[in-house]
């Protein structure tokens, strides 16, 4: 055996370990009995910690030394596949044992604390543990490293390569230009969307969910759409890729589009090269690529005009006595009304990442040390009323309503903005390549977008960075212009305006 | 940390492992997308070897030798916790590497062979592989080592304990027995089951299931029901125990006695003391013991008369168009028809151990040596003749049927009969304990049962052998006779012989 086949057979056990880890959670969130919680936390804890084990082990480490010794080029797979595994060794040891515990530990006591807070809207409940969990990713960045800001330690763990640097310029001229489309809209006669919260009997919303997520590109052979109440998608492995979906009577949005989400972050795993598969390339690179995918065919396909002249027919098929009085171009409005609100996961198009770039700001402010944990409250309303022109009226509707922080997620938001402005960026490269995309929505065929996204996205894995991946994709670095102007043409046009 | 902590800790990460494994095999069968086979067969072998590794480590021997000097007492907790835990090391130690590798190749490839010439009812395809299974399971006969016969060392696997010198008496009484009162069965008024077989509502018959299943017991807290083709009951772990039935509209027994089947399964996992919870002795102790508990509710429960006083109403509301014209007296006489038939599990409870008896027969001489296997046809027909009354059309509906052998399970079948045994000598025992446990089953009230159960089987895990658990339940030995007096008393009566 090579010495290069000999790393991959060892890095592939530890590969098998977290696809049966995966598959703990998965299992965990949809078909687990409540009384394994405890019992299923143990098996999650020994397997996160052979994963740990074997990750830093002193074998992993020499046959990394070995193969380093080999001088392949650094843009090879191989060259790539081994500066991966480099990586995900170094992350893994820079943490001593003890302190992962701690940070551990006090997730865990911050997050039954944060149930109890938010349920009792007491944010002087949560305060002190929120500031423990500060100290702790403090500590994090120092032992992870940083070369200008401890954020682009943490921030560096979800979105590789992303600098607070890069992201404050573009973040900034996207919330300027947010804020003034949202003041434009405001000044137009408002949307109603009363007709999506009608009665939608669930059984036959899952009938439609399944055929979207099909009729958009999601292999049911290798992967499943079942019911839960946090929807999300996990991936076993690329061939057996998980997505769940909420199914809500009186409003059926969750599941229309929450299973185009997830089927957007399940096509990307699927799509990863089989070559990959058990090996350093084989993840997905980042949560912001991720969420570029779920957003791309949430937002740019879901809520499209073009997708709903193809299958609006079929959804009145579906629901004659909730949709056979709407015309096509009145649903399309109510899917896409704009309207300014206090919960971020319910958010619009426009507002979504005005919501991410507030809990940005605030991060960033209170890992610096420049805002007291204490003083959060206050700067969440301030920073809703002057970007959103609301004010939450209690803390559980505010800065309680988020589950990052009392994980110590910290650095994790700024990814769903990256991955929407990704989105349309890859989307109008997308276009570029074959104008035909559009057209083909209209006729219920997807095969020529998922194509282009499996060439230019999905099966390079964790190859390439995202900064190459978008550049190499698009022909640009990353931007916030696209979807700037994206949001622009597409609401001003909806809502009449110039 | 005591030397006995250390221990428990170092097992329960084993036993972590051992649940994850368990989860990955029950969503294989249950909810595994199809093209993800590959890929967990993959992690179900990395998880396989890592517990082999981790069971025969040295860390492990160490541990175990160190206790050894502590001297607990042999029927201490710690002793037979230490016994057994010391059984698992010498069985995982015993099969060189090379050998169970040999024989996870040639198992997977005569279950693929056996699966084409069963489709082909061809045996002459099957022989070669089935010849080389029995001689790698003499080999393994060897490994494991035995005093008496060869058969022992295959048996002791899955009942501990139990030998072919105990088997063969009690087996051939209860051939005789079964024999003449199917003969005697034979010459009376034969019972028409139509109603059976009458169009079901598989919803509804889902709905029905999880009620019987709640009924009698089975904690949905601590486990669930799914759907599934194949049938069967997987414990992840204690707190969270998975069973499945089948849904046939046309068969409705098949859900029905099938899902307290599986439930009787179920209530063992979860009955077992928390405090072995993750150690050596929280596990069922043989396949013996697990069957009584499965044929205990589906046939002493679920075939009696007094669970139909107290449920037939209910079943007639969930189905008013199928049974509100069928008697109480009639349904029991339909779900308790006797009728020599081909395939073991279809058989009634009268037949049901003839198909077993002929198969521990036949792989008795098999094992020996003293029948070919290419003789294997005509021997199975013969006594298929000679105890059932009946000759098989073909292989496929014969000698073919079964997956066991393939797979390499030989001394496996006697576990069925001896469940069925030992589930009448329990039920007898409970009765004289409880003698108000028929009258509470009217009631809909199976508490007396189920407690009686977890005090005398299900607590004890793998604390006692088969053997000590029925003796002291029971107060004497396994015989074959309660099993031989209750067949004759049941099912003369519902015959209207003497």
């Known amino acids: 055996m090579s010495q290069l086949d000999e790393f991959k057979a060892y890095y592939g056990r530890v590969e098998d370990l977290k696809q049966s880890l995966n598959l703990l959670s998965w299992d965990q969130h949809v078909y687990m009995p409540q009384g394994a919680a405890e019992t299923r936390a143990q098996q999650l804890s020994t397997l996160s910690s052979l994963i740990h084990e074997y990750t830093t082990s002193q074998q992993m480490k020499d046959l990394l030394a070995q193969l380093a010794r080999q001088h392949y080029a650094e843009d ?32 865990s006591k911050t997050a039954h604390v944060w149930l109890k807070a938010r349920a009792e809207n007491n944010f002087k409940l949560f305060e002190k543990e929120l500031a423990k969990i500060y100290d702790l990713v403090r500590q994090q ?22 600098t607070v640097a890069a992201l404050k310029p573009m973040f900034a001229e996207l919330r300027e230009e947010t804020v003034e489309l949202l003041k434009a809209l405001g000044t137009a006669e408002q949307i ?8 939608y009997d669930t059984e036959k919303q899952r009938q439609v969910s399944e ?30 890729v998980r997505i769940t979906t909420k199914y809500v009577e009186n409003w059926f949005a969750s599941s229309l589009f929450g299973t185009m989400h997830e089927a957007g972050h399940g096509m990307y795993e699927q799509g990863i090269a089989d070559a990959y598969h058990r090996g350093p390339l084989g993840a997905a690179v980042s949560l912001g690529v991720h969420e570029s995918q779920s957003r791309l065919y949430e937002n740019l396909v879901g809520r499209s005009y073009a997708f709903w002249q193809g299958y609006y027919p079929r959804l009145q098929a579906h629901f004659p006595a909730q949709l056979s009085d709407t015309s096509l171009d009145d ?38 040390g420049s805002l007291k944990v204490a003083e959060l409250p206050e700067a ?23 589950v990052h922080w009392s994980e110590a997620l910290v650095g994790y938001f700024p990814t769903y903005t990256l991955g ?3 989105s349309v960026q890859l989307f109008e490269a997308a276009k570029r390549a074959h104008p035909g995309i559009e057209a083909d929505m209209v006729q219920g065929d997807f095969t020529k ?17 995202p900064a190459e991946l978008v550049q190499k994709a698009t022909g640009q670095a990353l931007t916030a212009k696209p979807y700037i102007s994206y949001l622009n043409s597409k609401f001003r046009a909806l809502y009449g305006l110039s």
Chains 1, 2 share one sequence.
């Open 380 to 402: 969440w309303n301030e920073k809703y009323e002057a970007y959103l022109g609301i004010t939450p009226p209690s803390d559980a509707l505010g800065c309680l309503q988020d």
């Open 141 to 162: 960045a120092d032992y992870l490293g940083y070369e200008t800001h401890p954020y682009d330690a943490l921030h560096d763990q979800y979105e590789m390569g992303s």
């Open 192 to 199: 109603d969307d009363a007709l999506m919260h009608k009665a």
């Open 420 to 422: 929407n402005l990704m």
């Open 76 to 107: 090879s797979d191989e060259g790539r596949l081994l500066a991966r595994a480099q990586r995900s060794v170094d992350q893994a040891s820079k943490l001593p044992a003890e302190f992962v515990e701690t940070l551990s530990r006090q997730r």
């Open 211 to 240: 055929e979207v997520a099909r009729r958009i590109g999601f292999d049911f052979e290798h992967g499943r759409l079942d019911p839960t109440v946090h929807p999300f998608a996990q991936d076993i492995s690329k061939y057996d």
């Open 331 to 368: 649903f399309y409005r109510a899917i896409n009304k704009v309207e300014p609100s206090l919960i971020r996961i319910e958010a619009d198009e426009v507002t979504y990442n005005l919501h991410i770039l507030i809990r940005f700001e605030l991060e960033l402010v209170l890992l610096e």
């Open 449 to 465: 977008l998922l194509s282009w996204l499996r060439d230019t996205i999905h099966q390079h894995g964790s190859k390439y960075t």
